[in-house]
Structure formats: C-alpha cells, structure tokens
C-alpha cells in the first residue's frame, strides 16, 4: 500500500521523525481555515500518489490568506500525470537553506537492506543517478545486525551533507530504519530532506510504501486504507484477496496467474482493443473465487464484456466451469462474457459450458478467438449504447 504524502508524514511522527505541523483540506474553505490556524507562510501540497507534484503545480508557497485562496481552488481539480487532486495538505513553511535526499528500501539482489542518502536532494533521485552517480552515498544493513549510530555518520559525511546538518541527519535517519523496519514498509523515502535557515534538519517530503503482507500485524492500516484514493473495486478486491489492477479499457479480464493475465491484456491490445483491468485470480478458480472477481469488474462501469482466460494446471477447468455457472446464479453480470477454458478437464468444461451456454456466456476454444469475440463485443454494445442517445 502506497502513503500519500501527509499519511507518510504522520506515520513518520510516530518514529519521531521531525515533521512540519500541517492539516488536511478537502475545500477551500478548509485550507483557509488551517493556513489561519497555522500561521503564514504556509505550502499548499496536492495530496496524490505521484512524485513530481512541485513541477506540475500541486506545490506552493503562499503567505496570506489571499494566496492560499488562489493556490488551494488552482490545485485542488488539477489532474497529475492523471491524478486527480481531492485533498489539500496546508502545512507551515519551511525556510530551506540545502535540500537532502534520505531512503530505506530493500535490495532484493544483495538480500539486504538499502540506505541511501545525498546531498543533492529536492530533485528526482533517478535524475541523479543518472547525471551523477557519485552524488548517492549508500550503505547496505543485514538486518541481523541492524543500523548503528557510527554507520549513519558515516554515511551521511560520505553523501557530503553540510557538516552542521549531519549529526541531526544522523539521528533522522536510525528513526528512519526503526519506522522501516518496526513499521513493516518496503519504502521510506524523504526527498527533500531540509536543513533549514536557522540550522535544524527536517522532512518536508514522504513517500512510504507498506508492506501489504505484514497487514495482520498492523490493525491501524485499515484506518489509513480507508482515506487512500483507492476505488471501491479496488478495495473490495482487496478484501477478497484478487490481485485487481484498473486499467482505462472496455474489456474486462480475468485469468490465472500473473503472466497469464499480462499476456491476456497483450492480446486484447493485440486484436484492437483495450483491457479494463489486470485481475489475476491466482491459484484457486473455485465459485467463490470467480464469484468474486465477477463481481468486482461487474463494478466497474466502463467494462462492456468479459474475457474469462483460464489455463488449468492444478486447477481443474471443470471446476472453474462449475464456478462460473455457479458465480452467474449469485451475481448479476451486465456484461457478456466469453470464455476460454483450456488445460486439465477441459473437455469435461466444454461439456458443462455448452448446456450453460446463452448469450450471456460464450465459449472459445483459443485465446485469440476468445480475444478477438471479446473485443467484437465491447465495441459492438459501446455504439449500441451510443445510439441509444
Ligand atoms: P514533489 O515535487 O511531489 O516531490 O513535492 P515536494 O513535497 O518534494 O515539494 C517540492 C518542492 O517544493 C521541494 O523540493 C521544495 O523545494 C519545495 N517546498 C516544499 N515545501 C516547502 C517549504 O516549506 N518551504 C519552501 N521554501 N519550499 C518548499
Ligand atoms: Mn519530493
């Protein structure tokens, strides 16, 4: 699960980690009111889960109640990369003397954690890798032994961060490992870390990602869950345990398996179409299973028809077709729904389908006959319900 800015924020408090005092606006209204009870100057951050929020706009200083005004009713509507920004986070301005870069995250080659730590921050991280390697200080941790206070300030006088600012940063950064670590995150990201005017080191950015397999273990991500952008459909795929990822076609997709479901969307592009979605249902097709997931696209308005794509392995095709006649009894799917069922069973699956079969539920024998029918459906009832107008 992906942190918005001002969540990261708040999850960093939690560890200690010094964070400007900020609050959330959903109207512009409520940015007044915060920036007032703030006091000026104060940054009015769009609350999205990009980067590169400064240079598209969604960052600014404003230092009165008039500015705030301007800057919150500008941001809030804007579109990031294809965000659209709902919520405000008003937090009181920093004065920034040099901007840091400061991240955890695991390396999965070297089976280690990542420190990595520059003196050139504020801008994109990848853009230094790029032009200037040399900048990124790193340190690998073998979690056995964890982060010692010697091994940050090392650290942070090879990133070349100005000599006043590194005891502090230091001392950020062992919060930093504990909030990673004690905190269940892949990520922990603060870009820019400041040293401000007058000598304190803060964080004016955040960008955390949790560990979704450590959820049992933290009661509290539900609240976070609940105020992520995250849809509906997203949220009850979650919940019913479906790798579900929203895509902007009219075909919706359901397979086994992760490189089943890629290659699904691959081939749909392939004939002409769009794919609505990447749903992988994973090892298990039973009812359940495919009621779930037919219920989750049958959610989603802009899908016109199904494509169900199963290759059975340990699977059984046959029960995957009984799962589906089944999930068709206990939800009612707006779209057509074309299958292609092949592997273990098949034959016996075929057999079920065709006495099932209506024009609800079709059935091909390959995946790009399946594709291509899929496709030919979707178009076809999106310019009927054009006419329809
Ligand atoms: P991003 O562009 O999405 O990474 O958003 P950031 O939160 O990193 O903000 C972008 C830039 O805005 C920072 O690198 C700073 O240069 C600037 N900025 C953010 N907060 C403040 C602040 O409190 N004071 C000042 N002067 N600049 C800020
Ligand atoms: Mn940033």
């Known amino acids: ?37 703030l006091g000026y100057p104060v940054v009015v951050k769009a609350q999205v889960q990009v980067g590169g929020r400064g240079k598209a706009g969604g960052v600014k200083l404003a230092g009165s109640r008039a500015e705030v005004t ?5 941001i809030l509507g804007l579109s990031i990369k294809g965000h659209v920004v709902r919520r405000l986070w008003i937090e009181k301005a920093t004065d920034i003397a040099k901007e840091y870069y400061a991240s955890f995250t695991l390396d999965r080659s070297a089976k280690l954690h990542l420190a990595m ?16 390697p040399d900048a990124i200080a790193r340190l690998h941790v073998n979690p056995l032994d964890g982060l010692t206070l010697e091994a940050v300030r090392d650290l942070v006088e090879r990133a070349r961060l100005d000599p006043q600012a590194r005891e502090a940063a230091a001392e950020i950064l062992l919060k930093l490992y504990d909030c990673y670590i004690e905190g269940d995150a892949d990520l922990v990201e603060i870009n820019p870390l400041v040293l401000t005017t007058d000598g304190q080191v803060r964080v004016l950015d955040a960008k955390v990602t949790l560990d979704d397999d450590a959820a049992f273990r933290h009661p509290e991500w539900a609240e976070i869950d609940d105020l992520s952008d995250s849809s509906e459909r997203e949220r009850l795929a979650k ?44 090892g298990g097709a039973d009812a359940d299973v495919m009621a779930n997931a037919l219920e989750v696209i049958n959610l989603d308005p802009s899908v016109r028809a199904i494509l169900v794509n199963i290759f059975g392995g340990i699977v059984r095709c046959d029960d995957v077709a009984r799962g589906i006649v089944n999930a068709l009894e206990k939800v009612d799917i707006a779209s057509q729904i074309v299958l292609r069922l092949d592997g273990t069973n098949a034959a016996e699956a ?18 790009l006959s399946a594709a291509r029918r899929a496709v030919e459906l979707a178009g076809a009832s999106r310019s009927q319900g054009g006419s329809e107008l």
Request: proline share 3%.
């Open 117 to 132: 730590v520059s003196a050139r921050g504020g801008v994109d991280i990848e853009q230094v890798v790029e032009e200037d």
């Open 70 to 74: 301007e800057h919150a009713g500008n």
């Open 1 to 37: 699960m992906d942190l918005v800015e001002y969540q990261g924020k708040q999850y960093f408090g939690r560890y200690g980690l010094p964070v400007p005092p900020g609050e959330i606006a959903n109207t512009v209204a409520e940015a007044e009111a915060a920036a007032e009870r």
């Open 350 to 367: 075929h057999k079920i389908i065709a006495e099932r079969a209506s024009e609800k539920i079709i059935n091909e024998r390959t995946m």
């Open 239 to 282: 919940s019913k345990g479906l790798s579900y990822i929203p895509l902007d076609g009219s075909v919706g997709i359901i397979a086994n398996g992760a490189g089943l479901a890629m290659s699904t969307v691959d081939m749909v592009n392939q004939v002409g179409g769009s794919a609505a979605n990447f749903l992988d249902v994973g």
